[in-house]
């Protein structure tokens, strides 16, 4: 079977992002960007579906601009086996990209589809959602345990206060949690591998969506600066200033 698997390009985690001075966005400018965590456990979750002999091709899709092909040639390192990028430098939001995610899932009739649960620059938490309620697939939110077996899947997802179990049917969308695998590290041999595996691109026009934005960021700020805390010498004193200066007890 065959499994599309959504990567996105984000700022790496490592890096602490700055606001534009004029509050419109993230500074983007000379920051290094990787492949969405999550995104990294989506690849590698494949790529053991395949060992299992389970999945016979993964493809790996993003939506971006050129630069997300990047992203693409990494998932090509640890084991996809073919890339597709949706091309544009639109400002995308998780409908749009849902919606050209539908465009390829379409194109391609995978059985499965893993989403990261979360991109860690938007922090949606909506673009696998979507794209089950415009496929009509099931849908696998959070999963931290996969197992498919012949045309269905169950898949433990944390929900709060515990996990659950579901069964589902094929075709299916899952999205992952932190705790579903540990990805591996591309070698350097697969990193040149992947420099010459197929990676199609489309526009949004040629898979007939309109990207355009519906929502409108109006500012974006960093939090308000913690105040330096003070080191004090004794319980007595620690008593005393919550007593007198906090007045919290
Ligand atoms: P979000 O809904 O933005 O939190 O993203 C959840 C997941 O949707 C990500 O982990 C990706 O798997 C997928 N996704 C979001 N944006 C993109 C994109 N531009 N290209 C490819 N996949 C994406």
Do not use: H, W
């Not at 379409?106 to 309620?133: F, R, Y």
């Amino acid at each position: 079977m065959k499994i599309l698997v959504a990567v996105k390009r984000v700022v790496d985690y490592n890096v602490k992002v700055r606001p534009k001075s004029d509050g419109s966005g993230v500074d983007l400018a000379n920051v290094k960007m990787a492949i969405n965590p999550f995104c990294e456990i989506a690849v590698e979750e494949a790529i053991r579906l395949k060992e299992k002999g389970i999945a016979t091709e993964i493809v790996a899709v993003s939506v971006g601009d050129k630069s997300s092909q990047e992203q693409i040639r990494t998932a090509l390192a640890l084991g996809a086996d073919r890339g597709i990028l949706v091309e544009t430098s639109e400002e995308l939001q998780p409908l749009a990209i849902a919606k050209l995610l539908k465009a390829v899932v379409d194109k391609e009739q995978p059985q499965i589809v893993i989403l990261g649960k979360q991109s860690i620059d938007g922090d949606n938490n909506q673009t696998g959602q979507m794209l089950a309620a415009l496929t009509g697939y099931a849908q696998g939110t959070f999963a931290s345990q996969i197992t498919v077996e012949g045309d269905s899947a169950s898949v433990i997802r944390e929900v709060d206060g515990g996990l659950q179990t579901l069964t589902l049917k094929l075709p299916l969308i899952l999205t992952t949690d932190l705790r579903l695998n540990e990805p591996r590290y591309a070698s350097l041999p697969n990193i040149m591998k992947a420099k010459k595996k197929q990676l199609d691109t489309f526009t949004p026009a040629e898979l007939g969506v309109d990207a355009a934005p519906r929502v409108k960021t109006i500012k974006v700020e960093p939090p308000a600066e913690r105040k330096a805390g003070i080191k004090v010498a004794t319980v007595a004193d620690l008593v005393e200033k919550l007593k007198n200066e906090a007045k919290v007890i």
